[in-house]
């Protein structure tokens, strides 16, 4: 997987840039010589790739290492001697940790907001990971986040600990997140209401995202829910800069990047539960 943004740290500062800012920055020859992951907790040191065959994109350096929480980690694996095989399996997320991942977009924006785009980092690293190159075939699984129907694994099943969720913004949605559960977060600029579906427009500066509510959303979710996204529409039709925070499946509709919420928990308005906003907006 590609990576989108990273963490310029100096003496003074530590600074979020992206692939698409970060030659414009009037420090750029030492912004790319001192880049970094941007995960909390992580002090993996990143390269800059700028655009040529491929699009432009941030790199891991050679030896460096993600802590096993980030979601940029990987395992190094030794060649010699050794032969890998990789089993896939998909674990529906659990409510509480979709919750987590909301909480986390908000806890980073404020502390964005608040340090005026200087992020918190720890510099405690987890052991890297060591493979012994004589132990022979070496089996990896792979585990899948879904919000969907019909996971392999419930959370934590086999003590297998939930899959991370990896954060895209608008502007860093690429087709390597295609079929992949990604958390997005746009402002909402149009709701539209039929039965048993509903299509929400998030913007970005000047990038759109469509966000699906179908068949399967409506019919596990309460009735009540038509009804919010209804008094939603509404409110939204008269301002546009309510905030939109969602954890959902990221397809591509109409050659255009979409995302799917398949229940009702899965989501974010002004990083409340929809019903939760409502009342306290019509309190």
């Known amino acids: 997987m590609s990576i989108y943004e990273a963490i310029y740290k100096s003496a003074e500062t530590e600074e979020m840039v992206t692939v698409s800012n970060i030659e414009q920055h009037e420090n750029f020859t030492e912004v790319k010589k001192n880049l970094y992951c941007s995960y909390d907790g992580c002090t993996a040191r990143l390269s800059y790739v700028p655009k040529g065959k491929v699009r432009a994109h941030f790199k891991t350096w050679p030896k460096e290492d993600h802590i096993h929480d980030c979601v940029d980690y990987f395992e190094r694996v030794a060649t010699a001697n050794k032969q890998k095989s990789v089993a896939t399996s998909t674990m ?3 409510e509480k940790h979709v919750k987590n991942v909301l909480d986390n977009l908000k806890k980073k924006r404020r502390e ?17 990971p060591t493979v012994d190159s004589n132990s022979g075939e070496n089996t990896v699984l792979n585990i899948v986040p879904t919000t ?16 991370s969720v990896r954060n895209r913004s608008l502007i860093n949605l690429t087709d390597d997140d295609l079929g992949w559960v990604r958390s997005i977060e746009g402002y909402l600029q149009n709701v539209d209401v039929v039965d048993k579906r509903v299509v929400l427009e998030l913007r970005n500066g000047n990038l759109t ?4 509510f179908e068949e399967f959303f409506f019919d596990n979710a309460p009735v009540n829910f038509r009804r ?23 397809e591509r509709r ?3 990047y979409g995302m799917l919420i398949n229940r009702g928990n899965d989501f974010y308005i002004n990083d409340q539960y929809i019903a939760v906003f409502l009342h306290n907006t019509s309190a």
Do not use: H, M, T
Not at 209 to 212: E, I, P, T
Not at 230 to 250: A, C, P, T
């Open 209 to 212: 995202l469509k966000v699906y």
């Open 148 to 163: 969907g129907p019909n996971a392999d694994l419930a959370s934590g099943e086999n003590n297998v600990r939930e899959p």
């Open 112 to 128: 964005q907001q608040l340090g005026n785009g200087k992020l918190k980092s720890s510099n405690k690293k987890k052991p890297r």
């Open 92 to 94: 529906e997320l659990s």
């Open 228 to 250: 919010y996204f209804e008094d939603l529409k509404n409110l939204v039709n008269g301002y546009k800069e309510y905030l939109f925070s969602g954890v959902g499946l990221i």
């Open 254 to 256: 109409n050659e255009q």
